[in-house]
């Protein structure tokens, strides 16, 4: 892993953070050898992430991808947090926005949450990266921007704001994670959600609903009205809840 493959250490004097170092501008010339730079680097770890996981983005195997040593590579990127930074704000970049809300918070919350969930879904490493660490990169700024934004003018003060903004938060990335986990599962047993349900679930199922134990549970199975929705249709049904909760609370948070 990224941790273990570093030999010293960042300068202790260094920011802090990736975002106040200077890029390294490497110099040419005749017998140089050609230089990097973090996107370089930072896409070549996206695509490795997207096809096997983050655990694989190791700078050793990124150098090998470049055609380079590892220690080169260390310039331009000298931590794990620094390329996990990286890796997040890259795939943020790929969130489209408008430049600011409508004025319909809610509609522009719905777009938000949309393209959260594109997004998600294409980097199946990126909401449990982002989940896991403190991360102000300067695209995951304007995505959070615009949903702080959404709320502007509705008469709320900041920390309910960002509180409402968390609450959004919160479910877009557990229903996200959640549908990645599905998708996984398929992959490593060959069983969709469905058969899942009727082949391997379904008898054991079965046999709880007849029992009689919990009949709650069995409410959920035999009266629900959401059991076959599709992932999309799930994640606009839990979404809507939110919002709708949200919109409750807005006049309660109001100033009297």
Same mark, same amino acid.
């Given at each position: 892993? !990224?941790?273990?493959?570093?030999?010293? =250490?960042?300068?202790?004097?260094?920011?802090?953070?990736?975002?106040?170092?200077?890029?390294? =501008?490497?110099?040419?010339?005749?017998?140089?050898?050609?230089? !990097?730079?973090?996107? &370089? /680097? %930072?896409?070549?770890? *996206? &695509?490795?992430?997207?096809?096997?996981?983050?655990?694989?983005?190791?700078?050793?195997?990124?150098?090998?991808?470049?055609?380079?040593? $590892?220690?080169?590579? !260390?310039?331009?990127?000298?931590?794990?947090?620094?390329?996990?930074?990286?890796? +997040?704000? =890259?795939?943020?970049?790929? @969130?489209?926005?408008?430049?600011?809300?409508?004025?319909?918070?809610?509609?522009?919350? +719905?777009?938000?949450?949309?393209?959260?969930?594109?997004?998600?879904?294409?980097?199946?490493?990126?909401? $449990?990266?982002?989940?896991?660490?403190?991360?102000?990169?300067?695209?995951?700024?304007? *995505?959070?921007?615009?949903?702080?934004?959404?709320?502007?003018?509705?008469?709320?003060?900041?920390?309910?704001?960002?509180?409402?903004?968390?609450?959004?938060?919160?479910?877009?990335?557990?229903? +996200?994670?959640?549908?990645?986990?599905?998708?996984?599962? %398929?992959?490593?047993?060959?069983?969709?959600?469905?058969?899942?349900?009727?082949? !391997?679930?379904?008898?054991? @199922?079965? &046999?709880?609903?007849?029992?009689? $134990?919990?009949?709650?549970?069995?409410?959920?199975?035999?009266?629900?009205? %959401?059991?076959?929705?599709?992932?999309?249709?799930?994640?606009?049904?839990?979404?809507?809840? /939110?919002?709708?909760? +949200?919109? $409750?609370?807005?006049?309660?948070?109001?100033?009297?």
């Amino acid at each position: 892993m !990224y941790a273990n493959e570093r030999r010293g =250490q960042v300068d202790d004097d260094e920011p802090t953070s990736i975002w106040m170092r200077p890029e390294r =501008q490497e110099r040419s010339g005749p017998g140089r050898r050609p230089g !990097y730079s973090r996107e &370089q /680097i %930072t896409r070549t770890a *996206v &695509q490795i992430a997207d096809a096997e996981g983050v655990e694989a983005a190791t700078m050793r195997r990124i150098a090998g991808e470049l055609g380079t040593g $590892a220690m080169s590579l !260390y310039r331009y990127v000298p931590r794990r947090d620094d390329l996990f930074d990286l890796m +997040i704000d =890259q795939a943020m970049a790929e @969130v489209e926005l408008p430049d600011g809300p409508s004025g319909d918070w809610r509609g522009d919350l +719905i777009l938000l949450a949309g393209e959260t969930r594109t997004i998600g879904l294409r980097h199946p490493w990126l909401i $449990a990266l982002l989940t896991s660490r403190p991360t102000l990169g300067p695209h995951l700024l304007r *995505v959070h921007e615009f949903a702080l934004d959404a709320f502007d003018g509705l008469g709320l003060d900041i920390d309910d704001i960002t509180g409402l903004v968390g609450m959004l938060n919160d479910y877009l990335h557990s229903a +996200i994670r959640r549908e990645i986990g599905w998708l996984e599962e %398929t992959r490593r047993t060959g069983l969709d959600s469905e058969r899942w349900k009727r082949d !391997y679930m379904g008898p054991y @199922v079965r &046999q709880v609903v007849e029992s009689g $134990a919990f009949p709650m549970f069995n409410r959920s199975v035999l009266d629900s009205r %959401t059991a076959h929705l599709t992932p999309e249709e799930r994640f606009r049904h839990g979404l809507d809840r /939110i919002l709708d909760a +949200i919109a $409750a609370l807005i006049p309660s948070l109001r100033p009297r």
